[in-house]
């Protein structure tokens, strides 16, 4: 069964520096989204992604943050100098279309901001 | 705006026995309804979803879900755990612009022995 993929499955990196996190969605997905699930806390919504744009973001997802899906195949989510408070599990996800459809959910990065 | 509760952040039961793990939610249309599953160190695994139809449908590995309208519940359950479904459950809840979830904040699910 095809699957999300997402790298590397760790990542430790100091305050200040960029980071991206990668995923490649399943190949006829559509909709792609990135959420993040700070240890031992819920599951949180960042940004949702389709045709070639963002079609919705939370407030969490600010100017720090942002998407690219560079060659039609990987799906990046850059954080552009990141804090402490951006340690977390990221998880990258995508469905085939909508409304009925499911999200399939990659392993995760876990990003450690020292 | 959608959102979820989940009841009891950890549940332990017997082997063998029944598993039932709460979720309720609150939505401004007709929700669409998920239950997920992480393993340690995995990522979220479908186990079941309800869109619209028939409002008990049955999952992977044995469990499955009522959707309750009246009670805006989407409850889980499995008649007899299993040690292997040790793992925590997320309850997920969607509007049909299908643009992003809403999580539950989770149960752990612990079987004994």
């Known amino acids: 069964e095809p699957e999300v993929t997402q790298t590397p499955s760790h990542q430790v990196t100091q305050m200040g520096q960029e980071v991206i996190l990668r995923c490649v969605p399943i190949?006829?997905?559509?909709?792609f989204y990135w959420y993040r699930q700070i240890l031992g806390q819920k599951v949180e919504f960042l940004v949702s992604f389709y045709n070639n744009e963002i079609s919705e973001k939370s407030e969490i997802f600010d100017d720090q943050f942002s998407v690219e899906r560079p060659d039609g195949s990987n799906f990046t989510l850059k954080i552009r100098s990141t804090k402490l408070e951006d340690s977390a599990m990221y998880f990258c996800?995508?469905?085939?279309?909508?409304?009925?459809?499911?999200?399939?959910f990659g392993n995760g990065t876990r990003l450690t901001v020292t | 705006a959608q959102s979820v509760t989940q009841l009891g952040s950890h549940v332990s039961v017997s082997e063998g026995a029944l598993v039932l793990l709460r979720c309720n939610y609150s939505s401004s249309v007709p929700p669409y309804l998920f239950w997920y599953v992480q393993y340690p160190n995995q990522g979220l695994q479908l186990l079941l979803k309800?869109?619209?139809?028939?409002?008990l449908v049955k999952g992977i590995n044995g469990f499955e879900a009522e959707f309750k309208k009246s009670e805006t519940s989407f409850h889980l359950t499995k008649p007899s755990a299993h040690m292997s479904d040790a793992a925590e459950y997320f309850c997920a809840v969607s509007d049909q612009r299908f643009n992003k979830f809403y999580f539950g904040s989770g149960t752990k699910l612990n079987v004994k022995p």
């Open positions: 190949s006829n997905h559509l909709y």
């Open positions: 309800y869109t619209t139809g028939a409002t």
């Open positions: 996800a995508s469905s085939p279309d909508r409304p009925n459809s499911p999200l399939h």
